[in-house]
Nanobody
């Protein structure tokens, strides 16, 4: 069974940095597009950044120039480097895999359990 586990969240001061990690486990041949999403209290989940299997990235406007998404395909990990943090970045951050290739075929739309990021102003 494919599982995604986030880590690296916590408390940071405004202007500080945090690095999130997402580790995929299970019988996995490869992972296609992946992304980070976040959900603040009382708000809908929103896209933060995406990355394809060959490293092409896209960012939501609020995080452009401050966040960097990356991945290590061999380790089946994805990362989110968050710099110049703002109070409005406070949210639960989720890791997503759009599709995963396993011995049994494709597994679609896998999510991690989320990791809390709190930025104090």
């Amino acid at each position: 069974q494919v599982q995604l586990v986030e880590s690296g969240g916590g408390l940071a001061q405004a202007g500080g940095s945090l690095r999130l990690s997402c580790a995929a486990s299970g019988m996995i041949f490869s992972i296609n597009d992946m992304g980070w999403y976040r959900q603040a209290p009382g708000k809908q989940r929103e896209l933060v950044a995406t990355i394809t299997s060959d490293g092409t990235t896209k960012y939501a406007d609020p995080v452009k120039g401050r966040f960097a998404i990356s991945r290590d395909n061999a380790k089946k990990r994805m990362y989110l480097q968050m710099n110049s943090l703002k109070a409005e970045d406070t949210a639960v951050y989720y890791c997503n895999a759009v599709s995963v290739v396993t011995p049994e075929g494709y597994v679609y739309d896998r999510w991690g359990q989320g990791t809390q990021v709190t930025v104090s102003s």
